[in-house]
């Protein structure tokens, strides 16, 4: 009696696994999609936040203290019922601009600390050869702090996939809202929302040891754990 009811509970987990397993690649396409924009946001935001004028500055400042002050479902809904409505945006492109945008914020904090952490006095070689301060930032500066923001970048890639999520409230079809389907449909609660557990478990586990590994590998001496750490 006992290894039967566990056959069959296994039977169903497979069944919902394999009905989820066919929406995993949306979770996947609206969470890259979302961060390539935030990646975008961040670098340009990041860098208008430590320009000299003061104009641009307080601009920056008030997008990245804004979107980072407003629930992130909140900005779904802006999106999709709001200005959503008014410029006619379909479900995939709100729900990516919502998550984008408020990563975007994350993002350019990210990208200035990154750009701070290198020593000033390397600006000050640079242009002592004549480089402005955009070759500078351009040809010395970024390439260096891309390698010390990697780390803390992927883990909002995997803050950013779980939070995709959310664009389930507005009817985009992806790993969370299949599961409520499924649920919804078979009545089957618990073993539905564990697989969706489950899966999202998988995926961030995964990519956690890359981010490890991309520690690793692009580590800078001197900010952070050295290459040769274990």
């Given amino acids: 009696m006992t290894m039967t009811w566990f056959f069959e509970q296994i039977e169903i987990l497979s069944r919902v696994f394999y009905y989820l397993i ?24 990041g860098v208008a936040r430590i320009s000299r004028n003061r104009i641009i500055r307080v601009f920056a ?22 200005l959503g409505k008014v410029i006619n945006l379909d479900r995939f492109v709100a729900g990516v601009l ?21 020593d000033y ?12 301060r955009w070759q500078t930032l351009r040809h010395i500066i970024l390439p260096q702090s891309v390698r010390i923001v990697v780390p803390p970048g992927a883990n909002e890639f995997i803050a950013c996939l779980k939070d995709s999520s959310l664009v389930s409230i507005i009817g985009l079809r992806e790993l969370t809202r299949a599961g409520r389907e499924y649920a919804n449909q078979y009545f089957l609660d618990f073993h539905t929302w564990l697989v969706v557990g489950v899966i999202y478990l998988i995926m961030t586990l995964s990519l ?18 050295s290459r040769d750490d274990h």
Avoid: D
Wanted: one cysteine or more.
């Fill in 98 to 118: 919502a998550v984008g945008v408020c990563y975007g914020a994350y993002m350019a904090e990210i990208f200035r600390s990154g750009i701070e952490a290198i």
């Fill in 22 to 45: 066919q929406v995993v690649h949306w979770t996947i396409l609206i969470s890259i999609s979302a961060y390539v924009l935030a990646m975008v946001l961040g670098l340009v935001f």
């Fill in 121 to 132: 006095g390397q600006h000050e070689a640079a242009m002592s050869l004549g480089m402005t």
């Fill in 208 to 225: 956690t040891r890359l981010v490890k590994y991309l520690e690793k590998r692009v580590a800078v001496h001197g900010y952070g754990a």
């Fill in 61 to 82: 400042g008030a997008y990245i203290n804004t979107l980072r002050g407003v629930p992130l479902l909140v900005l779904i809904f802006f999106f999709y019922f709001g």
